[in-house]
Every structure is written in structure tokens, then in C-alpha cells.
């Protein structure tokens, strides 16, 4: 069946480094892929999204690409701030279905 | 705007109570749903409607029901609470023109804090 695979965390950085969040998937047909992010004590909200190969998502300085190829979405920021600090989840839906598959989430503290 | 609204934001019940979680919508979305978010499994899908008098199970239905007489509403119902429903549940809703082709957003409520003991 459809699954999100992330990368378990919780990530720890430092302000203004590089950040990378694995996600990885699997799917019939040619999911939409999202990125979700839930601020502490607040329901998910969308980060940003791809619907098809090789298009690339980005908000907020955050991207994503859809590799096709390698079942791959994952989320990259240049330069991190403390109140990027919250819990990012992958997701994706399929055409024909109303429903989101989501990954575990992936919490991500930024230190000052 | 308020979007999707949830009450209580936090609760406590005794095995065995019975309670109903709201969720209101005032983006006049057809599509709404309910999940429960516990440590190191996601989000899970329990129940979703595709409209007005329209309801089906998700991933994990047993122990709650869902109603959907307005567009608005989509109330949720544990019939006799039990301490592994000790979880943070969210509706969330969104279009259904669009979301078969996989790309309509969701909008989710800040969460309500159930716990059981």
C-alpha cells in the first residue's frame, strides 16, 4: 500500500545552518507530495507542495523536490531560524482518492 | 477568517465516558475528516465525510462515530472512552472539486487533547 517514510528525529541544529529532512515513499500511480509543519500547541499547516516529477516546492526559504526516480521528497533550508523550530511532516495523496497518507512528522529544534 | 474550529482544546474523561469532539468549517469545504496524532505513528485517519450525510471509516474507526448533517459540522463521538484513546485529535477540511486529482490543500484545527484514565 501507499507509505511516508521520514527520517526519525528529533534534529538539532544551530541558527543559520543547513537543514535537510529526509522523505522517501511509496505509491501507486503520481502522488502529490506535501510538506505539513505544526508550530507548537497548533494544528498542521501547509508548508508547500509538488504534483508532479521534477517540480519543485518552496515557501518560507524551504524546498522540496519530486524525484520520481528515487521516491524522494525531501525538505532543505539554507539557513535555519529559531522559530523554524516545530514538527515537520511529508505526506502525499493519489489521484482517485480523497485521503492523505502522512509520515511520523520529524520534530526539529533550532538553538540559538 | 476562522477556518476550522475545534472545542474543546483540552479534555479529560473517565474510562467508559462518553463525549463528542467538535469540528466547524467556514470555508463551505466538502471534504472534512478527522485524525488522531500519537508519538512515532503520524497522523491516522478515523473518519471522513465527502459531504452532507456522507460518512466512512478510515484507518482506525472502532470506538468512535461521525455524523454530517450540515457542511459545516463534523462531529466526532467516543461512545465509551478508553485510555488508548488518549491522543491529540485534529479535523482537518478541504475542497472536494480537485482533491481526486491530489493537489487541494487541507486545513486544519488546533488539536484537541483528549486523555483517559
Known amino acids: 500500500g501507499n507509505s511516508v517514510t521520514q527520517m526519525e528525529g528529533p534534529v538539532t541544529l544551530s541558527e543559520e545552518a543547513f537543514l535537510t529532512i529526509n522523505c522517501t515513499y511509496t505509491?501507486?500511480?503520481?502522488?502529490?507530495l506535501f510538506w505539513y509543519v505544526q508550530y507548537p500547541g497548533e494544528g498542521l499547516q501547509l508548508l508547500l507542495k509538488?504534483?508532479?516529477?521534477?517540480d519543485k516546492g518552496s515557501n518560507k526559504g524551504f524546498e522540496a523536490t519530486y524525484r520520481k526516480e528515487t521516491t524522494s521528497f525531501h525538505l532543505e533550508k539554507g539557513s535555519v531560524q529559531v522559530s523554524d523550530s516545530a514538527v515537520y511532516f511529508c505526506a502525499l495523496k493519489t489521484s482517485g482518492t480523497y485521503k492523505y497518507i502522512f509520515g511520523t512528522g520529524t520534530r526539529l529544534k533550532v538553538l540559538a | 477568517n476562522a477556518g476550522v474550529t475545534q472545542t474543546p482544546k483540552f479534555q479529560v474523561l473517565k474510562t467508559g465516558q462518553s463525549m463528542t469532539l467538535q469540528c466547524a468549517q467556514d470555508m463551505n469545504h466538502e471534504y472534512m475528516s478527522w485524525y488522531r496524532q500519537d508519538p512515532g505513528m503520524g497522523l491516522r485517519l478515523i473518519h471522513y465525510?465527502?459531504?452532507?450525510?456522507?460518512?466512512d471509516q478510515g484507518e482506525v474507526p472502532n470506538g468512535y462515530n461521525v455524523s454530517r448533517s450540515t457542511t459545516e459540522d463534523f462531529p466526532l463521538r467516543l461512545l465509551s472512552a478508553a485510555p488508548s484513546q488518549t491522543s491529540v485529535y485534529f479535523c482537518?477540511?478541504?475542497?472536494?472539486?480537485?482533491?481526486?486529482?491530489?493537489?487541494?490543500?487541507?486545513?486544519f484545527g488546533q488539536g484537541t487533547r483528549l486523555t483517559v484514565v
Open positions: 482537518a477540511s478541504s475542497q472536494l472539486q480537485g482533491a481526486i486529482g491530489g493537489n487541494t490543500e487541507a486545513f
Open positions: 509538488a504534483t508532479k516529477a521534477d
Open positions: 505509491a501507486t500511480g503520481y502522488p502529490s
Open positions: 465525510s465527502v459531504g452532507a450525510g456522507i460518512t
